[in-house]
């Protein structure tokens, strides 16, 4: 159950777009339309923030996008704000035998 | 509103045993299936198991399996996670998470119980 590959951190200015990656394979990110994207202030539970590769939770800014190509999700944030800092995990599911895996996490930090 | 409410973390020597309860609100509990995901200190986030809504399907991540038992009661609304031959590589923030089978996500979180396996 190898985990999904992410950056270990990303930054950028208030108002910039960022992209964070989540590579994963054949078994998980490129069989499955079942990637979501979750945001993590710290010391608090994670947060949903995109599903299903591309579709947004209600409540969620639509500055947050995600996609997928091949074996690769990403999620890009447009217009940075400073409260877009926080870390950022990918989820896949993987099939009956792994089920759910998870990326290592990704730090973005606002400059 | 939905809540997820955590307890029964602390501090347990190795190869003890310890079980974690999430008691759930605000939601048609057994029409849901449920998910624990740990997160050690400083660390990412690893799922650890998941039951069906009526306890049919149930999966462990390979780091636990045989060790920890997941189970629910859905008369209670609570969610379960009885884990024995604990591991120093055991202690982390322990979350329960509803898994919303029409977006393929977890979309509500608790707030986590902390286990720590010392001697």
């Known amino acids: 159950q190898s985990a999904l590959t992410q950056p270990a951190s990303v930054s950028g200015s208030p108002g910039q777009s960022i992209t964070i990656s989540c590579t994963g394979t054949?078994?998980?990110?490129?069989?499955?339309?079942?990637v979501s994207w979750y945001q993590q202030h710290p010391g608090k539970a994670p947060k949903l923030m995109i599903y299903?590769?591309?579709k947004r939770p209600s409540g969620v800014s639509n500055r947050f996008s995600g996609s997928k190509s091949g074996n690769t999700a990403s999620l890009t944030i447009s217009g940075l704000q400073a409260e877009d800092e926080a870390d950022y995990y990918c989820c896949s599911y993987a099939g009956s035998s792994t089920y759910w895996v998870f990326g290592g996490g990704t730090k973005l930090t606002v400059l | 509103e939905v809540q997820l409410v955590e307890s029964g973390g602390g501090l347990v020597k190795p190869g003890g045993s310890l079980r974690l309860s999430c008691a759930a609100s605000g939601f048609t509990f057994s029409s849901y299936s449920m998910n624990w995901v740990r997160q050690a200190p400083g660390k990412g986030l690893e799922w650890v198991s998941s039951i069906s809504s009526s306890s049919s399907y149930i999966y462990y991540a390979d780091s636990v399996k045989g060790r920890f038992t997941i189970s629910r009661d859905n008369a209670k609304n609570s969610l379960y996670l009885q884990m024995n031959s604990l591991r120093a590589e055991d202690t982390a923030v322990y979350y329960c998470?509803?898994?919303?089978?029409?977006?393929?996500?977890?979309?509500?979180w608790g707030q986590g119980t902390l286990v720590t396996v010392s001697s």
């Open positions: 299903e590769g591309s």
């Open positions: 998470a509803r898994d919303d089978a029409s977006v393929g996500a977890f979309d509500y």
């Open positions: 054949s078994s998980d990110v490129g069989s499955y339309n079942l």
